[in-house]
Structure formats: C-alpha cells, structure tokens
C-alpha cells in the first residue's frame, strides 16, 4: 500500500472533482484529505478525511503545505500553493486536469499577477469558465495516471 497522499485544497474545488476523488481514493485504497475552512461533508471511509482550518488568509493552503510529503498529490487551482508544493516536492493538479509543474510554475504566476494587476486597474477580466464534461475527463485521466504509477512503486 501506499504511503503517498492526495490533499485537496477544497473550499473552491467543484462537487464533481471531490467526488470523482471519493471514488477514486476508495478504489485505490489511497488516503483523501480535504482542507478548508468550512466544515466538510465526506462519505463514511477509511481513506476520506476532512480537515476544517481557521478561516483567514491561505490558512488552508499553509496547512497542506505544512502536513505534506514530498510524493503526495495536492489538487489546488491556487497557483501561489500549487508552486509552494512543488517546492517541496509534490505534485499539484489543477481541477481542470492540468499539471502543474517546474516548466510552466512561472508562467502562470506572472500571468496571473498580470491579470490580478488589470483587475486592480478596473479591467473587467471575467472568472473562469464552469467545469466542462472534457475538463471532467481531462482531471479523471491525469488523477487515475497518478494513482496508476503509485501503485506500480507500491
């Protein structure tokens, strides 16, 4: 079995991501821990947990990043975590099945400070589009490669 981990900065990560990562924490028999500052419903498991933080600014993702190992997988869409993870040797995936990584952590922290400094200018930006049934696909299919090369190290 397994000792890596999958933490899921979970205030804002979508229904349908949380329970595509129930099913697959029970299938592969790998520990699920979702952080934020509200209190969480998890079905009953032994490898679903739900952690509530004080609320505050990244308290949850100071927290994951504290309670993680290099090796384990964080699902985040916050960039700035997502970069502190890498750091220490984690993985991160976005909710949209995206990897981040050494090779593109910078880019998407200057646009991302790009596109918070033309909100602060006024620009009305837009928020991100609703998760769509291929951004669906796209983390199931990643989350299961995870899990896959986990098991082949086992």
Known sequence: MSTRQIWVDADACPKVIKDILFRAA?????????????????????????????????????????????????VTADIPLAAAVIEKGGSALNPRGELYSHENIRELLSLRDFMAGLREG?????????????????????????????QDVS
């Open 26 to 74: 029970e299938r592969s028999r790998i520990k699920l821990i979702l952080v934020a500052n509200k209190m969480l419903h998890v079905p009953a498991s032994v490898w679903l947990s739900a952690v509530q933080v004080p609320g505050g600014f990244d308290v949850a993702d100071n927290h994951i990043v504290s309670e993680m190992k290099p090796g384990d997988l964080v």
């Open 122 to 150: 006024g620009v009305q930006t837009g928020g991100p589009a609703a998760i769509s049934h291929h951004d669906r696909q796209n983390f199931a299919n990643r989350l299961d490669g995870f899990l896959a090369k986990w």
